[in-house]
């Protein structure tokens, strides 16, 4: 099971620039916005960094990515969630736990289509 809260960064240079894009498109960028986020333990991210200054010289840094940057919150209990663990009935941003109280006091449908949308493009966002 993931950490929800397992550290998210971004890679800058030496001259404060953010890695940004992807293969053949990578590239570094002063917006932080741009910037690519890395799971720093899935990805490997120190290990990464050092086989970069050993092989090539480039000394590039981590730089942890705020929480309320990467995910949304839960409009009911408040608990931090990935973009793709919630459900926006509309008005609220809730939590599979607490989509699963709400939906049996409302009248959210089974099978939510706004959810189904977020299953199918999930990752390419
Ligand atoms: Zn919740």
């Known amino acids: 099971m993931n950490d929800p809260l397992a550290v998210k960064v971004r890679i800058r240079n030496s001259e404060g620039m953010y ?3 992807g293969g053949s498109n990578s590239g570094f960028c ?9 799971d720093y333990l899935r990805h490997q991210v120190a290990e990464q960094l050092d ?8 000394r ?3 730089v942890p990515v705020e929480p309320a940057e990467v995910y949304e919150t839960c409009d009911h209990c408040q608990k931090y969630v990935s973009a793709f663990d919630t459900f926006f009935d509309g008005k609220l ?13 409302s009248q959210l449908p089974a099978t939510p289509t706004s959810l189904q949308a977020f299953t199918v493009n999930g990752g390419t966002a």
């Open 19 to 21: 890695l940004t894009g």
């Open 51 to 58: 086989e970069i200054l050993r092989t090539r010289g480039i």
């Open 30 to 38: 002063d917006d932080a916005s741009k910037a690519l986020i890395f």
């Open 93 to 105: 941003f809730l939590c599979f736990e607490c989509l699963a109280q709400v939906r049996s006091i």
């Open 60 to 62: 590039l840094e981590a």
